[in-house]
C-alpha cells in the first residue's frame, strides 16, 4: 500500500506565499517522477510543477517565476513553495508521485489540499 500525504493549503490573499509537502509512505523501491497538478471546478487537472528523479524541473507557464518545486529524496517528500499568490491560483492541488514496486511503474495520486487565494 502507497500514499501520499499532502498537506499545507489553506486561505490567503493575493501576494501571499504558502508552501505544499507531500510525502510518500507505504511499500515501494523507489521514486520516479513527482508533480504538483491543479484543478478548478469545472476545469481539468493540469500540471503545475514537476520534478524528476534526475533533477530536472518544469513549471507551467502561469507559474514561472513564482512557484518553485522542490524534493527531499531522503524523506520521500515533494514540496511545492508559491509565491506572489494570485486569485486564479485557487485550486484544488494534488500530488503525483510515479513509483517503482516490483520492477513495475505505478502511478499514484494524493488526496488534494485546497488552495484559495482571496481579499
Known amino acids: 500500500q502507497v500514499q501520499l500525504l499532502e498537506s499545507g493549503g489553506g486561505l490567503v490573499q493575493p501576494g501571499d506565499s504558502l508552501t505544499l509537502s507531500c510525502t510518500a509512505s507505504?511499500?515501494?523501491?523507489?521514486?520516479?517522477?513527482m508533480a504538483w497538478y491543479r484543478q478548478s471546478p469545472g476545469k481539468q487537472r493540469d500540471l503545475v510543477a514537476q520534478?524528476?528523479?534526475?533533477?530536472?524541473?518544469i513549471y507551467a507557464d502561469s507559474v514561472k517565476g513564482r512557484f518553485t518545486i522542490s524534493r527531499e529524496n531522503a524523506e520521500n517528500t515533494l514540496y511545492l513553495q508559491m509565491n506572489n499568490l494570485k486569485p486564479e491560483d485557487t485550486a484544488v492541488y494534488y500530488c503525483?508521485?510515479?513509483?517503482?514496486?516490483?520492477?513495475?511503474?505505478?502511478?499514484?495520486w494524493g488526496q488534494g489540499t485546497q488552495v484559495t487565494v482571496s481579499s
Open positions: 503525483y508521485a510515479r513509483l517503482w514496486r516490483s520492477a513495475t511503474l505505478y502511478n499514484y
Open positions: 507505504g511499500s515501494f523501491q523507489s521514486i520516479n517522477d
Open positions: 520534478y524528476t528523479r534526475g533533477g530536472s524541473t
